[in-house]
């Protein structure tokens, strides 16, 4: 088996759309949004003989918990096979020492399961002490369904404010155009500092590049000329993502109508799921997104579990960066 640069972005997104087309950072122009900002990356494959049977994309990461190795929504294997997994591991284990990584961080769209989580382990590869992130839980409605159906599994509350939104003349606006993001910043900020989050970087980028291939649009929400939520919608794959929002604290059904929008959008482009994006467990009361959560649950769906985040270390100093994590999510209330 070897592992080769992949330049070619046909031959790359074919085996992604085969294989794991639901895995977005692993998708050909999530790797263009990593370059446009300027962080290194490889596009690698993985052959068989003459025979393309994995591919991943590896982002080298210098944080203040350390310098890692990041394999987001990868890598992905045309079948779960014990040599590909080595070769890569090995891989990545070499290009580690080369880096001077402390760990490479890795998280397989594989179901959660007592039986993965072994086969993992037998690998050397340890659960990452970081929440769960990159929507290891994301919740998933499925479009084969009418509006009507739709509309009807919805959790009785939320089936009623989508009505009410209606009634008060809430009306949502659709944008493809990269100069509109400066109105859903405002909202974002706004919602950062109430909500008490980072902001995440790159989100421009993320929507330059989507929206010029007809994979993005920005949703807005009004009453009246007030502009009160908004949202990002990318289209990768199968699947519509609800990938960022932002909203005014108001008691107007305003983010109600602006998801029925996506999802009514979504439905007409013809794509298989509506993605809401990360969820918190139903059973943690206290998580920083439970809110959110139980606004998202109440549009419908079933719950997609991916296994964890996994490590490969790769330095002693990895110790360093499990302490700093470790008291990290427990300082934010994961």
């Known amino acids: 088996m070897q592992i080769n640069s992949i330049t070619d972005s046909r031959i790359w997104e074919d085996f992604w759309d085969t294989h794991a087309s639901q895995a ?14 300027s962080l290194p990356l490889l596009r690698l494959g993985l052959y068989d003989g003459p025979r393309l049977v994995g591919i991943f994309q590896v982002v080298t990461v210098r944080a203040r918990r350390g310098t890692y190795l990041h394999v987001r929504h990868g890598p992905v294997f045309a079948a779960q096979n014990v040599h590909y997994w080595k070769s890569v591991l090995s891989y990545l284990q070499s290009l580690a020492q080369k880096e001077r990584a402390w760990f490479c961080r890795i998280s397989p769209q594989l179901y ?4 993965n989580r072994q086969f993992l382990g037998s690998l050397g590869l340890v659960p990452s002490t ?24 919805m959790r009785k509350t939320t089936r009623y404010e989508v009505r009410r939104a209606e009634k008060m003349g809430v009306h949502v606006i659709s944008s493809t155009d990269p100069a509109d993001l400066d ?38 929400g009004y ?27 108001t008691k107007l059904p305003v983010n109600y109508a602006v998801q029925w ?43 997609k579990v991916s296994i964890h ?12 960066t499990r302490a700093i994590e470790w008291w990290e999510e427990r300082a934010h209330g994961y």
């Open 24 to 37: 977005l950072f692993q998708s050909w122009l999530w790797g263009e949004v990593v370059r446009r900002l």
């Open 112 to 115: 959660d399961s007592q039986v």
């Open 130 to 153: 970081v929440h769960e992130v990159d929507a290891e839980r994301c919740l998933q409605l499925s479009l084969s369904q009418t509006e009507d159906e739709i509309m009807s599994g």
């Open 183 to 220: 109105k859903f910043f405002d909202l974002y900020q706004q919602t950062s500092r109430r909500q008490h989050f980072v902001e995440h970087k790159g989100i421009r980028e993320e929507f330059e590049i989507y929206s010029r291939e007809g994979n993005a649009i920005l949703l807005f």
């Open 223 to 249: 009453h009246g000329n007030s502009l009160l939520s908004a949202a990002i919608i990318l289209f990768s794959g199968d699947q519509a993502i609800y990938h960022h929002g932002a909203s005014l604290s």
């Open 261 to 303: 929008e996506a999802i009514r959008t979504a439905k007409k482009r013809g794509v298989a799921w509506y993605n809401f994006w990360g969820v918190a467990p139903e059973e943690n009361l206290s998580h920083p997104w439970r809110g959110h959560s139980l606004f998202k649950r109440g549009f419908g769906g079933s719950e």
């Open 309 to 320: 985040a996994h490590d490969l270390p790769t330095s002693g100093f990895y110790k360093v």
